[in-house]
């Protein structure tokens, strides 16, 4: 069966840096977009970053352009999210997705296009 583990979140700083990891097994990783999503309290589920099954192509929401960096390493089929320069409206709890819905190349941007997820991890940015 499909797992998605994410691991890595917790309390930091404005201004700092975490590095979440997703682990994932039971599905052709090295042929999948992986995407990570972020909810806030209160708020829907929402796209944070995207990279394709090579890792050469990648894409950010606005807000976390310039200080996320998402990368994969298919040989561990491990994805993660280098979080930089963090601010307190990063707190939410971040989730790593599967996109195999998605054509191959084709980096997704919503909830949909994801079919499997991680149980999430907390990140919580204090001021």
């Known amino acids: 069966q499909v797992q998605l583990v994410e691991s890595g979140g917790g309390l930091v700083q404005a201004g700092g840096s975490l590095r979440l990891s997703c682990a994932a097994s039971?599905?052709?990783?090295?042929?999948?977009?992986m995407g990570w999503f972020r909810q806030a309290p209160g708020k829907e589920r929402a796209f944070v970053a995207a990279?394709?099954?090579?890792?050469?192509?990648?894409y950010y929401a606005d807000s976390v352009k310039g200080r996320f960096s998402i990368s994969r390493d298919n040989a561990k089929n491990m994805v993660y999210l280098q979080m930089n320069s963090l601010k307190p409206e990063d707190t939410a709890v971040y989730y790593c997705?599967?996109?195999?819905?998605?054509?191959?190349?084709?980096?997704?941007?919503?909830?949909?296009?994801?079919?499997?997820w991680g149980q999430g991890t907390q990140v919580t940015v204090s001021s």
């Open positions: 039971g599905l052709p990783f090295r042929t999948y977009t």
């Open positions: 990279i394709g099954w090579s890792g050469g192509s990648t």
């Open positions: 997705a599967s996109g195999g819905r998605l054509q191959i190349g084709i980096l997704g941007t919503t909830i949909q296009e994801y079919d499997f």
